[in-house]
């Protein structure tokens, strides 16, 4: 058997693994799981199909950037044939107001269905512009029950305010106030909970959504006022 000499090493080749691009779409869809859905990089890789390795980078570089640029953007940009004006920049303040769990293509749709004037323009110039024009961000929602906000619940708040405050027994300027609504239903539920590595955790739930109780409150030095309501929800 021939010994290999030094001065004649042995060719090693090098076989790479397979490259996969991805596209805006798939990038935003995983930023979305991390940041609002509390996901795991891996986890929310998995879901859309991004290798953890990837996704895990992904992630570190919208985090670290301050402007909150989506990453994966180097290929060459899209030029727009004009520049996002203070009007559109109003209009995407509008939509998102009204909309703020919008994902990037359904802004831009609205945005050039309203502006077909500056078309062509890229997701990662539109996810740019209102970062650094209007600080608008990608975070975790907020969610917000409907019927706290519903009419007759605002109407039964201010109808109590207005009792209240015609009690000339009761000085609001200097001893009473506030703490606002609070309420809870019969069948909440933890939102975590304990199981066996590698299976689920799962509750169950009754099919109807039980009585709600709605609590609107005062303080003052001498305990609560309150007025309390119990609403059933199917």
Not at 121 to 139: D, M, R, Y
Request: charged share 30%; hydrophobic share 35%.
């Amino acid at each position: 058997m021939d010994e290999i000499s030094e001065s004649d090493p042995m060719e090693i080749e090098t076989v790479r693994g397979s490259y996969r691009s991805h596209n805006l779409e798939q990038i935003q869809e995983l930023l979305d799981l991390v940041v609002e859905g509390g996901l795991s990089a891996r986890k929310a890789g998995m879901m859309v199909g991004i290798v953890e390795r990837t996704a895990q980078h992904y992630v570190k570089l919208y985090r670290d950037d301050e402007e909150k640029r989506l990453p994966g953007t180097r290929k060459p940009r899209i030029k727009c044939h004009m520049k996002l004006e203070p009007q559109h920049t109003d209009f995407l303040c509008t939509f998102y107001g009204e909309n703020p769990e919008a994902v990037l293509w359904q802004a831009r749709e609205s945005l050039l269905q309203a502006f077909p004037e500056i078309k062509p323009i890229s997701l990662s110039g539109h996810h740019k512009h209102p970062v650094q024009h209007a600080s608008l961000t990608l975070k975790k929602l907020e969610r917000v029950v409907t019927a706290k906000a519903a009419h007759n619940n605002l109407n039964l708040r201010k109808e109590r305010v207005i009792e209240w405050k015609a009690d000339k027994n009761m000085d609001w300027e200097n001893r009473r106030v506030f703490i606002d609504e609070a309420g809870f239903n019969m069948h909440i539920r933890r939102n975590f909970g304990r199981s066996k590595q590698g299976t689920p955790a799962k509750t169950l739930l009754p099919s109807n959504r039980g009585i709600t109780v709605t609590i609107i409150c005062a303080i003052c030095e001498k305990g609560c006022s309150f007025e309390e309501k119990k609403e059933e929800r199917w």
